[in-house]
């Protein structure tokens, strides 16, 4: 692919080639899925939380969580309004990934046994498909593989991609899982 750029000293059209993807460092890939883990470990306390003060309104009580508790999301609120009403942003209290994670967060809540395998299995899919370049699964001795914890550790992964604005291909090597 060889798009047209415009040079900016001379704004003469010209072609250059495009740049190859970046070649995903193993350093990288590390920090991709330790923070996958993280973000994962801060799903399940709010899922606790949700789940210990009821199920009812998910994404209100997960809000209510991670702005600070009822004061500390109407402050927010309150800081929010003021700063449009002046003009000074034009930005919205939730940050536009929060509806998909909010949504992540009732599938996690909704599926108890795959949740509480998450962080295993993020591990083993680092270990295995990342460090070891092995294509099979290993058996993490629970019982046979819990197919509810893969697909909820690979959405954990791609969601905190998504919400970071890294490049979801650190996680390539557990997208055919």
């Known amino acids: 692919?060889?798009?047209?750029?415009?040079?900016?000293?001379?704004?003469?059209?010209?072609?250059?080639p495009a740049k190859p993807p970046p070649k995903n460092d193993p350093k990288d890939v590390l920090l991709a899925f330790s923070g996958a883990e993280r973000f994962a470990l801060s799903l399940l306390e709010v899922a606790y939380y949700?789940?210990?003060?009821g199920q009812e309104n998910i994404p209100s009580q997960s809000r209510l969580y991670l702005y600070g508790g009822v004061f500390g999301k109407r402050e927010k609120e309150r800081v929010f309004h003021l700063m449009?009403?002046?003009?000074?942003?034009g930005e919205q209290l939730d940050p536009p990934w929060l509806d998909n994670t909010i949504e992540l967060l009732g599938r996690l809540i909704s599926n108890p046994v795959g949740a509480s395998d998450i962080l295993r299995h993020l591990s083993a899919f680092f270990y295995t498909y990342s460090v070891r370049k092995e294509a099979i699964m290993?058996?993490?001795?629970?019982?046979?593989?819990?197919?509810?914890a893969i697909v909820l550790a690979k959405d954990v992964a791609f969601q905190f991609a998504r919400a970071t604005g890294m490049r979801e291909s650190l996680f390539d090597s557990i997208k055919s899982v």
Do not use: C, F, Y
């Not at 449009?84 to 942003?89: A, E, F, H, S």
């Open 84 to 89: 449009n009403k002046l003009g000074i942003t």
């Open 138 to 148: 290993p058996d993490l001795g629970v019982g046979g593989p819990n197919t509810q």
């Open 50 to 53: 949700v789940h210990s003060h």
């Open 1 to 16: 692919m060889w798009p047209i750029s415009i040079a900016p000293e001379n704004r003469k059209p010209s072609l250059t």
